[in-house]
């Protein structure tokens, strides 16, 4: 008897872990604080965030394997590296959103060319040879919608081009503007010049990354993870946003 087949993966297994950054990232922790903070990222890998132990602390020990009276001490330092999910009582690490949420993107957009590379064409049907009258019928139809399609195609081109009357495409909505970089970027305490290098650059290059994927969904994400850069190398101060593993 054959075994059932295991039901597949909504998301990515697994996620990109750059060890300088974590390194990094880590510098001024304990042992015992990297430890906590590491089985944190693997929980909300796995489950896309954590328990927020002001909410649920019995929740929070369970994912981090620790006990009521041991964490605090060290959740004290490694806090800083969550921020509040939409849902309440739930907390996300920003940079490790965007790698889960970037090699999603990746595995599917495979899982989607694999599809389509492996379906089959349909069989041709075979057909007798025309008579010379039928193929001369055929011959005439042809000649008649090969000048109709092409008058269809001399319209759609002027209609794309904007000389046909036809309204041009409206840009699409979730690309934020200026403005609402800037308004974010003040709410998140975000530098306002690491708001306007982040729009600058991503608007020019069609708000998608170097491996072409869209950021106009979750382009908030990103904005906190160019300001971190930005402290990193001197661009811009600290002023209380959250931390990127």
């Known amino acids: 008897m054959s075994k059932p087949k295991s039901k597949p993966r909504a998301t990515s297994p697994w ?3 750059y060890p300088a950054d974590f390194q990094e990232g880590t510098s001024a922790m304990e042992y015992a604080q990297v430890g906590l903070y590491w089985k944190l990222l693997l929980f909300q890998a796995v489950h896309g965030s954590i328990p927020d132990p ?3 602390e019995r929740a929070f020990c369970l994912a981090a394997g620790c006990f009521p009276d041991d964490y605090a001490k060290d959740w004290e330092v490694v806090k800083s590296k969550w921020v509040p999910t939409e849902q309440e009582g ?7 959103r965007e790698e889960l949420e970037e090699r999603n993107a990746l595995r599917n957009n495979r899982i989607a060319a694999g599809r389509k590379g492996g379906s089959k064409s349909p069989s041709k049907p075979t057909s007798k040879s025309p008579s010379k009258s039928e193929a001369k019928g055929q011959a005439s139809t042809a000649t008649a919608t090969a000048t109709g399609t092409a008058g269809s195609e001399s319209d759609a081109t ?3 081009n904007g000389s046909g009357g036809g309204a041009p495409p409206r840009p699409r909505s979730s690309i934020p503007s200026l403005t609402e970089v800037k308004a974010f970027a003040a709410n998140s305490k975000i530098a306002t ?3 306007e290098a982040f729009y600058n650059h991503y608007a020019a290059q069609g708000w998608v990354t170097g491996s072409g994927l869209s950021i106009a969904s979750g382009w908030q994400h990103k904005l906190n993870g160019w300001y971190e850069k930005d402290v990193r190398e001197g ?5 209380g946003a959250p931390k990127v593993y």
């Open 15 to 17: 996620f990109c872990l």
């Open 54 to 56: 002001a909410h649920d």
């Open 193 to 195: 010049s690491s708001a």
């Open 235 to 239: 661009k811009a101060t600290k002023t």
């Open 158 to 160: 002027a209609s794309k």
């Open 90 to 96: 739930r907390l996300y690490n920003v940079r490790l």
